[in-house]
């Protein structure tokens, strides 16, 4: 079974640039999370999706972020215009359906490490 | 302010020694996971614990989580050059499905 996917794994762009960033999730997942760590820091949550929805968007820094799940497999996460504290390492992570409210095992992706210069 | 104090950020040691990491908050959680990443990799998960007291054993590593389900520990015994890696503590709050991470302990174990 393959495991979470992301592209790119390094992106490199100027300040004010646009950058999209991909995740696939394991096959059948309806949790996707986003998580971010910039350096020095803790890795920190984003946001969630439950198939299509946004479940908990209260990580996200600003309106220059904005993630998408169309049909809820693939999300895409694209940052409008890039600033210089956006650089870091992007996590993505995806569970399966949670039920009677246990949270199952998040199987993360390598991650794609953001530099904005 | 950081919800997960992990300690001690760095640790080198040689093959053969014990070591224990630790995990504080003031917070309580309903879960705590343990998680180790190579370079280049992302997390992979070791151990959830979610009962206050709860001790679960894996191979060499020893995790605690303390009774009031606010703190934990990882303790291996024996290290192996193996174990070198970045340890990851990560808590679940009630109901939310999102991880508040620790920032990690670097561990470096030297034959």
């Known amino acids: 079974e393959a495991g979470v996917t992301q592209f790119p794994s390094h992106s490199v762009i100027e300040k004010g640039q646009t950058v999209t960033l991909r995740c696939d999730p394991i096959s059948g997942h309806d949790n996707l999370y986003w998580y971010r760590r910039v350096m020095g820091k803790e890795i920190k949550f984003l946001l969630h999706?439950?198939?299509?929805?946004?479940?908990?968007e209260s990580g996200m820094p600003n309106n220059r972020f904005l993630a998408e799940r169309t049909g809820g497999t693939y999300s895409t996460l694209k940052v409008q215009p890039a600033e210089l504290e956006d650089s870091g390492v992007y996590f993505c992570?995806?569970?399966?359906?949670?039920?009677?409210?246990?949270?199952?095992?998040?199987?993360f992706g390598p991650g794609t490490r953001l530099t904005v210069t | 302010t950081q919800l997960l104090e992990q300690s001690p950020q760095f640790l080198s040691i040689q093959e053969g020694e014990n070591l224990t990491v630790y995990c504080n908050s003031s917070?309580?959680?309903?879960?705590l996971q343990w998680y180790r990443q190579e370079p280049g990799e992302g997390p992979v998960l070791l151990v959830t614990?979610?009962?206050?007291?709860e001790v679960k054993k894996l191979k060499r590593l020893t995790f605690q989580f303390g009774d009031a389900r606010k703190d934990s520990s990882l303790h291996i015994t024996a290290a192996q050059p193996g174990d070198t890696g970045l340890y990851l503590c990560?808590?679940?709050?009630?109901?939310?499905?999102?991880?508040?991470f620790g920032k990690g302990t670097k561990l470096s174990v030297k034959p």
């Open positions: 917070s309580v959680f309903s879960s």
């Open positions: 999706f439950v198939k299509e929805s946004k479940q908990d």
């Open positions: 990560a808590g679940l709050r009630g109901s939310q499905g999102n991880l508040i």
């Open positions: 992570a995806s569970s399966q359906e949670r039920l009677a409210g246990v949270s199952y095992e998040q199987y």
């Open positions: 614990v979610v009962t206050g007291g």
